[in-house]
Protein backbone atom coordinates (compact mmCIF):
# COMPACT_ATOMS: atom_id res chain seq x y z
CA UNK A 1 0.00 0.00 0.00
CA UNK A 2 1.02 3.16 -0.78
CA UNK A 3 1.98 5.43 2.17
CA UNK A 4 0.73 9.31 1.43
CA UNK A 5 2.18 12.08 4.46
CA UNK A 6 0.24 14.92 3.41
CA UNK A 7 1.68 18.78 5.57
CA UNK A 8 -1.28 20.83 5.80
CA UNK A 9 -4.92 20.29 5.90
CA UNK A 10 -6.34 22.89 3.78
CA UNK A 11 -8.20 22.58 0.19
CA UNK A 12 -5.07 21.18 -1.03
CA UNK A 13 -4.15 18.76 1.52
CA UNK A 14 -7.84 17.47 2.21
CA UNK A 15 -8.85 17.25 -1.34
CA UNK A 16 -5.21 14.95 -2.35
CA UNK A 17 -6.33 12.94 1.16
CA UNK A 18 -9.45 12.50 -0.67
CA UNK A 19 -8.78 11.36 -3.80
CA UNK A 20 -5.49 8.79 -2.47
CA UNK A 21 -7.42 7.12 0.20
CA UNK A 22 -9.88 6.32 -2.83
CA UNK A 23 -7.22 4.73 -4.53
CA UNK A 24 -6.61 2.80 -2.17
CA UNK A 25 -3.59 4.58 -0.03
CA UNK A 26 -2.85 4.70 3.59
CA UNK A 27 -3.03 8.47 4.09
CA UNK A 28 -2.36 10.28 7.08
CA UNK A 29 -2.61 14.61 6.87
CA UNK A 30 -0.80 16.62 9.11
CA UNK A 31 -2.24 19.62 10.64
CA UNK A 32 -1.41 22.11 13.17
CA UNK A 33 -4.52 24.86 13.14
CA UNK A 34 -7.43 22.91 11.76
CA UNK A 35 -8.97 20.93 9.34
CA UNK A 36 -10.02 22.90 6.43
CA UNK A 37 -6.57 25.01 6.44
CA UNK A 38 -7.20 28.79 6.62
CA UNK A 39 -9.54 28.72 3.87
CA UNK A 40 -11.87 27.51 5.66
CA UNK A 41 -11.28 28.83 8.96
CA UNK A 42 -10.01 32.75 8.58
CA UNK A 43 -9.92 33.28 4.91
CA UNK A 44 -12.36 32.36 2.32
CA UNK A 45 -15.08 30.90 4.17
CA UNK A 46 -15.93 34.04 7.44
CA UNK A 47 -14.81 36.71 4.16
CA UNK A 48 -17.74 35.22 2.37
CA UNK A 49 -20.02 34.99 5.18
CA UNK A 50 -19.66 38.68 6.66
CA UNK A 51 -19.89 39.87 3.01
CA UNK A 52 -23.07 37.71 2.94
CA UNK A 53 -24.52 39.28 5.66
CA UNK A 54 -23.11 43.11 4.75
CA UNK A 55 -24.89 42.48 1.37
CA UNK A 56 -28.04 41.31 2.38
CA UNK A 57 -28.18 44.42 4.44
CA UNK A 58 -27.71 46.57 1.75
CA UNK A 59 -29.81 44.98 -0.27
CA UNK A 60 -32.72 45.71 2.12
CA UNK A 61 -31.62 49.30 2.85
CA UNK A 62 -31.95 49.53 -1.26
CA UNK A 63 -35.18 48.07 -1.29
CA UNK A 64 -37.79 51.35 -1.41
CA UNK A 65 -36.76 51.88 -5.06
CA UNK A 66 -38.59 48.17 -5.96
CA UNK A 67 -41.48 49.28 -3.78
CA UNK A 68 -40.69 47.86 -0.13
CA UNK A 69 -42.08 49.94 2.49
CA UNK A 70 -41.34 50.35 6.53
CA UNK A 71 -39.73 52.46 9.08
CA UNK A 72 -37.15 50.52 9.66
CA UNK A 73 -35.80 50.08 5.88
CA UNK A 74 -33.21 52.94 6.30
CA UNK A 75 -32.16 52.11 9.54
CA UNK A 76 -31.37 48.45 9.19
CA UNK A 77 -27.80 47.18 11.02
CA UNK A 78 -25.56 44.86 11.39
CA UNK A 79 -25.36 43.10 15.25
CA UNK A 80 -21.61 42.82 15.42
CA UNK A 81 -21.43 39.53 17.95
CA UNK A 82 -24.52 37.87 15.84
CA UNK A 83 -22.57 37.84 12.46
CA UNK A 84 -19.57 37.01 14.45
CA UNK A 85 -20.63 34.34 16.03
CA UNK A 86 -22.18 32.88 13.16
CA UNK A 87 -18.95 33.32 11.20
CA UNK A 88 -17.11 31.44 13.90
CA UNK A 89 -19.88 28.36 13.84
CA UNK A 90 -20.10 28.35 10.55
CA UNK A 91 -16.28 27.76 9.99
CA UNK A 92 -15.63 25.03 13.20
CA UNK A 93 -18.75 23.40 11.69
CA UNK A 94 -17.92 23.08 7.89
CA UNK A 95 -14.40 21.75 9.37
CA UNK A 96 -15.99 19.35 11.69
CA UNK A 97 -17.68 18.51 8.15
CA UNK A 98 -14.58 17.32 6.34
CA UNK A 99 -12.94 16.01 9.17
CA UNK A 100 -15.83 13.41 9.34
CA UNK A 101 -15.31 12.86 6.02
CA UNK A 102 -11.79 12.17 5.76
CA UNK A 103 -12.14 10.21 8.89
CA UNK A 104 -14.78 8.06 7.88
CA UNK A 105 -12.41 7.57 4.29
CA UNK A 106 -9.58 6.06 6.48
CA UNK A 107 -7.43 9.09 6.69
CA UNK A 108 -5.36 9.27 9.84
CA UNK A 109 -5.01 13.27 11.05
CA UNK A 110 -2.30 13.91 13.14
CA UNK A 111 -2.17 17.10 14.90
CA UNK A 112 1.01 18.97 14.85
CA UNK A 113 3.29 21.00 13.10
CA UNK A 114 4.73 18.74 9.93
CA UNK A 115 8.26 19.04 8.44
CA UNK A 116 10.48 16.65 6.01
CA UNK A 117 13.57 15.09 7.77
CA UNK A 118 15.31 13.34 4.97
CA UNK A 119 18.60 12.45 5.99
CA UNK A 120 20.17 11.65 2.97
CA UNK A 121 19.09 12.71 -0.35
CA UNK A 122 17.83 10.82 -3.40
CA UNK A 123 16.00 7.89 -1.12
CA UNK A 124 13.27 5.95 -2.17
CA UNK A 125 10.96 6.87 1.05
CA UNK A 126 10.43 10.54 2.90
CA UNK A 127 10.50 10.86 6.28
CA UNK A 128 8.65 13.52 8.38
CA UNK A 129 8.68 14.91 11.74
CA UNK A 130 5.59 16.03 13.52
CA UNK A 131 6.36 18.42 16.20
CA UNK A 132 3.79 19.34 18.67
CA UNK A 133 2.89 22.34 20.64
CA UNK A 134 5.77 22.42 23.06
CA UNK A 135 8.37 21.84 20.47
CA UNK A 136 9.00 18.22 20.99
CA UNK A 137 8.89 15.23 17.51
CA UNK A 138 5.80 13.57 18.68
CA UNK A 139 6.55 10.97 15.54
CA UNK A 140 8.47 10.74 13.13
CA UNK A 141 6.52 8.78 9.86
CA UNK A 142 7.66 7.59 6.53
CA UNK A 143 5.86 8.27 2.94
CA UNK A 144 6.54 6.61 -0.54
CA UNK A 145 4.90 10.26 -1.26
CA UNK A 146 4.74 13.73 0.73
CA UNK A 147 2.74 16.45 -0.27
CA UNK A 148 3.57 19.80 0.96
CA UNK A 149 0.02 22.02 1.19
CA UNK A 150 0.77 24.21 3.78
CA UNK A 151 -0.63 27.38 2.41
CA UNK A 152 -0.01 30.94 2.81
CA UNK A 153 -0.46 33.50 5.73
CA UNK A 154 -0.71 37.61 5.95
CA UNK A 155 2.28 39.47 4.86
CA UNK A 156 3.48 41.79 7.60
CA UNK A 157 4.60 45.49 6.65
CA UNK A 158 7.29 46.21 8.99
CA UNK A 159 6.20 49.49 10.36
CA UNK A 160 2.42 48.25 10.49
CA UNK A 161 2.34 45.48 12.50
CA UNK A 162 -1.10 44.19 13.64
CA UNK A 163 -2.08 44.20 17.37
CA UNK A 164 -4.92 42.50 16.88
CA UNK A 165 -6.72 45.68 18.30
CA UNK A 166 -6.57 48.57 16.35
CA UNK A 167 -4.41 47.37 13.28
CA UNK A 168 -5.83 43.71 12.17
CA UNK A 169 -5.15 41.72 9.26
CA UNK A 170 -8.30 39.75 8.19
CA UNK A 171 -7.76 37.24 10.30
CA UNK A 172 -8.63 39.58 13.03
CA UNK A 173 -11.49 40.99 12.53
CA UNK A 174 -14.10 38.40 13.90
CA UNK A 175 -13.18 39.05 16.81
CA UNK A 176 -14.00 42.87 16.83
CA UNK A 177 -16.50 43.86 19.43
CA UNK A 178 -18.19 46.79 17.69
CA UNK A 179 -18.04 48.19 13.90
CA UNK A 180 -14.88 50.42 13.43
CA UNK A 181 -16.15 53.86 13.37
CA UNK A 182 -14.02 54.13 10.43
CA UNK A 183 -12.32 51.47 8.75
CA UNK A 184 -9.00 52.16 6.63
CA UNK A 185 -8.26 49.20 4.78
CA UNK A 186 -4.48 49.45 3.21
CA UNK A 187 -3.76 47.73 0.19
CA UNK A 188 -6.55 46.98 -3.04
CA UNK A 189 -5.73 43.61 -4.19
CA UNK A 190 -8.56 41.04 -3.97
CA UNK A 191 -8.87 40.82 -0.33
CA UNK A 192 -8.41 44.70 0.46
CA UNK A 193 -11.35 45.21 -2.02
CA UNK A 194 -13.55 42.51 -0.70
CA UNK A 195 -13.32 43.86 2.66
CA UNK A 196 -13.30 47.75 1.97
CA UNK A 197 -16.60 46.60 -0.30
CA UNK A 198 -17.90 44.55 2.40
CA UNK A 199 -17.80 46.64 5.41
CA UNK A 200 -19.35 49.95 3.90
CA UNK A 201 -22.26 47.66 2.88
CA UNK A 202 -22.57 46.51 6.33
CA UNK A 203 -22.56 50.18 7.25
CA UNK A 204 -19.00 51.51 8.14
CA UNK A 205 -17.11 54.44 6.38
CA UNK A 206 -13.91 53.27 4.46
CA UNK A 207 -10.81 54.68 3.07
CA UNK A 208 -8.89 52.25 0.58
CA UNK A 209 -5.49 53.44 0.24
CA UNK A 210 -4.32 51.71 -3.48
CA UNK A 211 -1.24 52.00 -4.24
CA UNK A 212 -1.62 51.56 -8.02
CA UNK A 213 -3.29 52.91 -10.91
CA UNK A 214 -6.58 51.22 -9.73
CA UNK A 215 -8.31 49.61 -7.40
CA UNK A 216 -7.99 45.53 -8.04
CA UNK A 217 -4.88 45.64 -10.11
CA UNK A 218 -5.44 42.11 -11.43
CA UNK A 219 -8.73 42.83 -13.30
CA UNK A 220 -9.87 44.25 -16.84
CA UNK A 221 -9.91 48.06 -16.46
CA UNK A 222 -13.01 48.57 -17.30
CA UNK A 223 -14.45 45.92 -14.68
CA UNK A 224 -12.35 47.56 -11.89
CA UNK A 225 -13.80 50.90 -12.71
CA UNK A 226 -17.52 49.78 -12.06
CA UNK A 227 -16.42 48.60 -8.70
CA UNK A 228 -15.02 51.94 -7.98
CA UNK A 229 -17.64 53.79 -8.95
CA UNK A 230 -20.42 51.87 -6.80
CA UNK A 231 -18.14 51.88 -3.78
CA UNK A 232 -17.51 55.47 -4.46
CA UNK A 233 -21.30 56.06 -4.98
CA UNK A 234 -22.24 54.60 -1.47
CA UNK A 235 -19.64 56.99 -0.20
CA UNK A 236 -16.48 54.87 0.54
CA UNK A 237 -13.40 57.06 -0.60
CA UNK A 238 -10.09 55.67 -2.12
CA UNK A 239 -6.65 57.10 -1.10
CA UNK A 240 -5.31 56.53 -4.83
CA UNK A 241 -1.62 55.72 -5.66
CA UNK A 242 -1.40 55.92 -1.88
CA UNK A 243 1.49 53.57 -0.41
CA UNK A 244 1.43 53.04 2.81
CA UNK A 245 4.69 53.49 4.96
CA UNK A 246 2.99 52.63 8.08
CA UNK A 247 0.36 52.62 10.72
CA UNK A 248 0.69 53.79 13.87
CA UNK A 249 -2.03 53.96 16.94
CA UNK A 250 -3.07 57.21 18.04
CA UNK A 251 -5.41 57.86 21.18
CA UNK A 252 -8.78 57.86 18.65
CA UNK A 253 -7.76 54.62 16.11
CA UNK A 254 -5.14 54.65 13.76
CA UNK A 255 -2.93 57.21 11.76
CA UNK A 256 -1.43 55.62 8.61
CA UNK A 257 1.23 57.36 6.68
CA UNK A 258 1.67 56.94 3.07
CA UNK A 259 5.10 57.20 1.29
CA UNK A 260 4.39 60.60 -0.18
CA UNK A 261 3.79 61.96 3.04
CA UNK A 262 0.02 62.05 2.88
CA UNK A 263 -1.50 60.09 5.79
CA UNK A 264 -5.38 58.91 6.21
CA UNK A 265 -6.69 58.72 9.58
CA UNK A 266 -9.36 55.93 10.92
CA UNK A 267 -10.35 53.94 14.01
CA UNK A 268 -8.68 50.95 12.85
CA UNK A 269 -6.69 50.11 9.95
CA UNK A 270 -7.29 46.93 7.87
CA UNK A 271 -4.16 45.10 6.51
CA UNK A 272 -4.40 43.48 3.06
CA UNK A 273 -0.72 43.82 1.45
CA UNK A 274 -0.14 40.46 0.56
CA UNK A 275 0.57 36.81 1.65
CA UNK A 276 3.63 35.00 2.20
CA UNK A 277 4.09 31.37 2.00
CA UNK A 278 4.63 29.09 5.05
CA UNK A 279 7.44 27.35 4.00
CA UNK A 280 9.31 28.54 6.97
CA UNK A 281 10.45 25.10 9.45
CA UNK A 282 9.18 22.81 6.72
CA UNK A 283 13.07 22.25 5.64
CA UNK A 284 12.78 22.01 2.11
CA UNK A 285 16.07 23.35 1.15
CA UNK A 286 17.62 20.98 3.07
CA UNK A 287 16.12 18.43 1.19
CA UNK A 288 16.60 19.95 -1.87
CA UNK A 289 12.92 21.09 -2.68
CA UNK A 290 13.53 24.08 -5.42
CA UNK A 291 11.59 27.26 -4.08
CA UNK A 292 11.34 30.97 -5.74
CA UNK A 293 13.13 34.43 -4.10
CA UNK A 294 9.98 34.53 -2.72
CA UNK A 295 9.66 31.56 -1.15
CA UNK A 296 7.19 29.99 -3.21
CA UNK A 297 7.57 26.09 -3.56
CA UNK A 298 8.40 25.31 -7.19
CA UNK A 299 5.67 22.90 -9.12
CA UNK A 300 5.27 21.62 -12.43
CA UNK A 301 1.57 21.18 -13.96
CA UNK A 302 1.34 17.59 -12.46
CA UNK A 303 2.69 19.25 -8.93
CA UNK A 304 5.85 17.63 -8.93
CA UNK A 305 8.64 19.52 -6.97
CA UNK A 306 12.09 19.17 -7.80
CA UNK A 307 12.71 15.45 -5.77
CA UNK A 308 11.48 13.22 -6.83
CA UNK A 309 8.02 11.71 -4.48
CA UNK A 310 7.56 15.29 -3.19
CA UNK A 311 4.40 17.02 -4.77
CA UNK A 312 3.18 20.62 -3.49
CA UNK A 313 -0.43 22.26 -3.99
CA UNK A 314 -2.23 25.60 -3.29
CA UNK A 315 -1.07 28.69 -2.17
CA UNK A 316 2.27 27.92 -1.21
CA UNK A 317 3.25 26.70 -5.00
CA UNK A 318 2.24 30.59 -5.72
CA UNK A 319 0.29 29.34 -8.15
CA UNK A 320 -3.40 31.27 -8.62
CA UNK A 321 -4.17 32.00 -4.75
CA UNK A 322 -7.56 30.45 -4.63
CA UNK A 323 -9.03 27.21 -2.80
CA UNK A 324 -10.32 25.46 -6.35
CA UNK A 325 -6.72 25.90 -7.56
CA UNK A 326 -5.66 23.76 -4.44
CA UNK A 327 -7.98 21.47 -4.66
CA UNK A 328 -7.33 20.50 -8.44
CA UNK A 329 -3.49 20.86 -7.42
CA UNK A 330 -3.94 18.57 -4.80
CA UNK A 331 -5.85 15.71 -6.27
CA UNK A 332 -3.85 16.09 -9.71
CA UNK A 333 -0.73 15.25 -7.45
CA UNK A 334 -2.24 12.19 -5.71
CA UNK A 335 -3.95 11.17 -9.46
CA UNK A 336 -0.04 11.29 -10.66
CA UNK A 337 1.64 9.89 -7.43
CA UNK A 338 -0.42 6.98 -7.39
CA UNK A 339 -0.84 6.48 -11.39
CA UNK A 340 -4.04 7.10 -12.50
CA UNK A 341 -4.95 9.14 -15.73
CA UNK A 342 -4.41 12.59 -15.04
CA UNK A 343 -4.38 15.34 -17.08
CA UNK A 344 -1.59 18.65 -15.90
CA UNK A 345 -3.69 21.71 -14.76
CA UNK A 346 -4.94 24.12 -17.15
CA UNK A 347 -4.71 27.80 -15.99
CA UNK A 348 -6.70 29.18 -18.53
CA UNK A 349 -9.47 27.13 -17.81
CA UNK A 350 -9.78 28.72 -14.14
CA UNK A 351 -12.91 30.53 -13.34
CA UNK A 352 -12.19 33.30 -10.18
CA UNK A 353 -14.95 35.48 -8.54
CA UNK A 354 -13.98 38.91 -6.50
CA UNK A 355 -16.57 39.18 -3.92
CA UNK A 356 -17.18 42.69 -4.08
CA UNK A 357 -20.63 44.32 -4.78
CA UNK A 358 -20.97 43.91 -7.76
CA UNK A 359 -18.93 41.15 -8.37
CA UNK A 360 -16.24 40.40 -11.01
CA UNK A 361 -16.17 36.96 -12.21
CA UNK A 362 -13.79 35.67 -14.63
CA UNK A 363 -12.25 32.95 -16.87
CA UNK A 364 -9.96 32.07 -19.58
CA UNK A 365 -7.95 35.40 -21.46
CA UNK A 366 -9.33 38.85 -20.49
CA UNK A 367 -8.33 42.22 -22.19
CA UNK A 368 -5.40 42.58 -20.19
CA UNK A 369 -3.74 38.86 -20.99
CA UNK A 370 -4.93 39.02 -25.03
CA UNK A 371 -2.49 36.39 -26.95
CA UNK A 372 -3.05 38.57 -30.07
CA UNK A 373 -5.66 40.86 -30.19
CA UNK A 374 -6.47 40.85 -34.03
CA UNK A 375 -7.93 37.29 -33.86
CA UNK A 376 -9.78 37.93 -31.49
CA UNK A 377 -13.65 39.68 -30.94
CA UNK A 378 -14.80 41.61 -27.93
CA UNK A 379 -18.34 42.41 -27.31
CA UNK A 380 -19.35 44.30 -24.18
CA UNK A 381 -23.04 43.96 -23.02
CA UNK A 382 -24.43 46.64 -20.36
CA UNK A 383 -26.22 44.70 -17.75
CA UNK A 384 -28.50 48.02 -17.81
CA UNK A 385 -29.85 46.74 -21.07
CA UNK A 386 -31.18 43.17 -19.43
CA UNK A 387 -34.53 42.61 -18.55
CA UNK A 388 -34.47 41.11 -15.66
CA UNK A 389 -31.73 43.61 -14.50
CA UNK A 390 -34.04 46.33 -14.71
CA UNK A 391 -36.66 44.22 -12.76
CA UNK A 392 -33.97 44.12 -10.02
CA UNK A 393 -32.73 48.05 -9.76
CA UNK A 394 -29.36 46.29 -11.23
CA UNK A 395 -27.79 48.91 -12.92
CA UNK A 396 -23.61 48.84 -12.85
CA UNK A 397 -22.21 45.95 -14.51
CA UNK A 398 -21.60 44.12 -17.43
CA UNK A 399 -20.94 40.97 -19.91
CA UNK A 400 -17.58 40.45 -22.00
CA UNK A 401 -16.94 37.34 -24.01
CA UNK A 402 -14.06 36.95 -25.78
CA UNK A 403 -13.63 34.87 -29.06
CA UNK A 404 -11.62 33.91 -31.18
CA UNK A 405 -12.26 35.76 -35.00
CA UNK A 406 -11.38 32.80 -37.45
CA UNK A 407 -13.31 29.84 -35.37
CA UNK A 408 -15.79 31.61 -33.22
CA UNK A 409 -14.07 29.92 -30.17
CA UNK A 410 -14.78 31.03 -26.91
CA UNK A 411 -11.86 32.33 -25.22
CA UNK A 412 -12.85 33.81 -21.94
CA UNK A 413 -14.96 36.20 -20.67
CA UNK A 414 -15.47 38.67 -17.68
CA UNK A 415 -18.75 38.72 -15.56
CA UNK A 416 -19.84 42.04 -13.44
CA UNK A 417 -22.79 41.50 -12.03
CA UNK A 418 -24.47 40.82 -8.51
CA UNK A 419 -24.05 36.92 -8.11
CA UNK A 420 -21.56 37.41 -10.90
CA UNK A 421 -19.88 33.63 -9.36
CA UNK A 422 -23.01 31.97 -10.04
CA UNK A 423 -23.46 33.64 -13.91
CA UNK A 424 -19.84 33.17 -15.11
CA UNK A 425 -19.81 29.11 -15.03
CA UNK A 426 -21.69 28.52 -18.87
CA UNK A 427 -18.31 31.03 -20.09
CA UNK A 428 -16.33 28.68 -17.67
CA UNK A 429 -17.80 25.41 -19.56
CA UNK A 430 -17.26 26.99 -23.08
CA UNK A 431 -13.65 27.85 -22.35
CA UNK A 432 -13.00 24.56 -21.32
CA UNK A 433 -14.55 22.28 -23.85
CA UNK A 434 -13.55 24.78 -27.08
CA UNK A 435 -17.69 25.79 -27.37
CA UNK A 436 -17.74 28.44 -30.00
CA UNK A 437 -19.96 31.86 -29.91
CA UNK A 438 -22.82 29.61 -32.30
CA UNK A 439 -22.65 27.21 -29.45
CA UNK A 440 -23.61 29.51 -26.94
CA UNK A 441 -25.68 31.62 -29.02
CA UNK A 442 -27.88 27.92 -30.02
CA UNK A 443 -28.35 27.62 -25.88
CA UNK A 444 -31.71 28.46 -24.32
CA UNK A 445 -31.33 31.02 -21.34
CA UNK A 446 -34.68 31.34 -19.14
CA UNK A 447 -36.53 34.68 -20.30
CA UNK A 448 -35.77 37.06 -17.91
CA UNK A 449 -32.54 36.37 -16.93
CA UNK A 450 -29.15 37.51 -16.31
CA UNK A 451 -27.90 34.56 -18.29
CA UNK A 452 -29.38 36.17 -21.40
CA UNK A 453 -27.00 38.28 -21.66
CA UNK A 454 -24.89 35.57 -22.25
CA UNK A 455 -26.37 34.04 -24.47
CA UNK A 456 -27.30 37.74 -26.60
CA UNK A 457 -23.25 38.19 -26.26
CA UNK A 458 -22.50 34.92 -28.42
CA UNK A 459 -25.37 35.73 -30.56
CA UNK A 460 -23.88 39.23 -30.81
CA UNK A 461 -20.58 38.05 -32.20
CA UNK A 462 -22.22 35.33 -34.64
CA UNK A 463 -23.26 38.15 -36.32
CA UNK A 464 -19.73 38.93 -37.64
CA UNK A 465 -19.46 38.88 -41.16
CA UNK A 466 -16.24 36.30 -41.10
CA UNK A 467 -18.66 33.64 -39.40
CA UNK A 468 -20.86 33.46 -42.24
C1 LIG B 1 -9.48 36.86 2.89
C2 LIG B 1 -9.37 35.79 1.85
C3 LIG B 1 -10.49 35.40 1.17
C4 LIG B 1 -10.41 34.40 0.19
N1 LIG B 1 -11.53 34.05 -0.50
C5 LIG B 1 -11.46 33.12 -1.47
C6 LIG B 1 -12.60 32.77 -2.22
O1 LIG B 1 -13.68 33.34 -2.04
N2 LIG B 1 -12.50 31.81 -3.16
C7 LIG B 1 -11.31 31.17 -3.39
O2 LIG B 1 -11.24 30.28 -4.26
N3 LIG B 1 -10.20 31.47 -2.69
C8 LIG B 1 -10.25 32.45 -1.75
N4 LIG B 1 -9.12 32.79 -1.05
C9 LIG B 1 -7.89 32.05 -1.30
C10 LIG B 1 -7.96 30.71 -0.56
O3 LIG B 1 -8.25 30.93 0.80
C11 LIG B 1 -6.62 29.98 -0.70
O4 LIG B 1 -6.27 29.89 -2.06
C12 LIG B 1 -6.71 28.59 -0.08
O5 LIG B 1 -6.86 28.70 1.31
C13 LIG B 1 -5.45 27.78 -0.37
O6 LIG B 1 -5.58 26.52 0.19
P1 LIG B 1 -4.30 25.72 0.76
O7 LIG B 1 -4.76 24.36 1.06
O8 LIG B 1 -3.16 25.91 -0.15
O9 LIG B 1 -3.90 26.49 2.08
P2 LIG B 1 -4.64 26.84 3.45
O10 LIG B 1 -6.10 26.93 3.29
O11 LIG B 1 -3.89 28.04 3.94
O12 LIG B 1 -4.33 25.59 4.38
C14 LIG B 1 -3.02 25.26 4.76
C15 LIG B 1 -3.05 24.67 6.13
O13 LIG B 1 -1.75 24.14 6.42
C16 LIG B 1 -1.47 24.39 7.78
N5 LIG B 1 0.00 24.35 7.96
C17 LIG B 1 0.91 25.27 7.56
N6 LIG B 1 2.15 24.84 7.84
C18 LIG B 1 2.01 23.63 8.44
C19 LIG B 1 2.92 22.68 8.94
N7 LIG B 1 4.25 22.88 8.87
N8 LIG B 1 2.43 21.55 9.48
C20 LIG B 1 1.09 21.32 9.55
N9 LIG B 1 0.18 22.18 9.07
C21 LIG B 1 0.63 23.32 8.52
C22 LIG B 1 -2.06 25.76 8.04
O14 LIG B 1 -2.30 25.93 9.41
C23 LIG B 1 -3.35 25.66 7.24
O15 LIG B 1 -4.37 25.15 8.06
C24 LIG B 1 -9.17 33.79 -0.09
C25 LIG B 1 -8.01 34.21 0.60
C26 LIG B 1 -8.12 35.21 1.54
C27 LIG B 1 -6.86 35.66 2.25
N1 LIG C 1 -12.40 35.85 -3.96
C1 LIG C 1 -11.25 35.22 -4.00
O1 LIG C 1 -11.10 34.22 -4.69
C2 LIG C 1 -10.08 35.74 -3.22
C3 LIG C 1 -10.27 36.60 -2.14
C4 LIG C 1 -9.16 37.08 -1.47
C5 LIG C 1 -7.90 36.69 -1.87
N2 LIG C 1 -7.77 35.83 -2.90
C6 LIG C 1 -6.45 35.46 -3.42
O2 LIG C 1 -5.48 35.53 -2.43
C7 LIG C 1 -4.27 36.07 -2.97
C8 LIG C 1 -3.81 37.21 -2.13
O3 LIG C 1 -4.67 38.33 -2.33
P1 LIG C 1 -4.42 39.67 -1.57
O4 LIG C 1 -5.36 40.68 -2.05
O5 LIG C 1 -4.36 39.37 -0.12
O6 LIG C 1 -2.92 40.04 -1.99
P2 LIG C 1 -2.36 40.69 -3.33
O7 LIG C 1 -0.89 40.52 -3.27
O8 LIG C 1 -3.08 40.21 -4.52
O9 LIG C 1 -2.72 42.24 -3.17
C9 LIG C 1 -2.08 43.04 -2.21
C10 LIG C 1 -2.14 44.48 -2.70
O10 LIG C 1 -1.57 45.29 -1.70
C11 LIG C 1 -0.79 46.27 -2.33
N3 LIG C 1 0.22 46.74 -1.38
C12 LIG C 1 1.36 46.13 -1.00
N4 LIG C 1 2.03 46.87 -0.12
C13 LIG C 1 1.28 47.99 0.08
C14 LIG C 1 1.44 49.16 0.87
N5 LIG C 1 2.52 49.32 1.64
N6 LIG C 1 0.49 50.11 0.83
C15 LIG C 1 -0.61 49.96 0.04
N7 LIG C 1 -0.80 48.87 -0.74
C16 LIG C 1 0.13 47.92 -0.72
C17 LIG C 1 -0.20 45.58 -3.55
O11 LIG C 1 0.18 46.52 -4.53
C18 LIG C 1 -1.36 44.71 -3.99
O12 LIG C 1 -2.17 45.36 -4.94
C19 LIG C 1 -4.57 36.48 -4.40
O13 LIG C 1 -4.04 35.54 -5.29
C20 LIG C 1 -6.06 36.51 -4.45
O14 LIG C 1 -6.55 36.18 -5.74
C21 LIG C 1 -8.82 35.36 -3.58
Known amino acids: ?33 GIGGASVLTDCVPSKTLIAAAGTMTSV ?16 NLELASVNSRVKGLAMAQS ?3 HARLTAEGVRIVAGQGRLSDELRGLAAHRVQ ?36 RILD ?37 TLVS ?39 TEKGVLVELTDGRTVEGSHALMTVGTV ?27 RTSVPGIYAAGDVTGVFQLASVAAMQGRI ?46 VRLPLATNARAKMGDLHDGFVKLFARRSTGVIMGGVVVAPGASELVLPIALAVTKGLTVADLAQTFAIYPSLSGSITEAGRRLMGADHLA
Open 1 to 33: MTRIVIIGGGPAGYEAALVAAQLGAEVTVIERD
Open 211 to 249: SRDQVLPGEDADAAAVVEKVFQSRGGKIAERGRAASVKR
Open 130 to 165: VVDVEGNVAEELEGDVVLIATGADPRVLPGAEPDGE
Open 333 to 378: AMWHALGEAVAPIKLKTVAANVFTHPEIATVGVQEKSLPDATDVDV
Open 170 to 206: WRDVYDLEEMPEHLVVVGSGVTGAEFASGYLEAGVPV
Open 277 to 303: PNTAGVNLEQCGVEVTGSGHVVVDRVS
Open 61 to 76: RDSGVLGLRGAELATV
Open 96 to 98: ADI
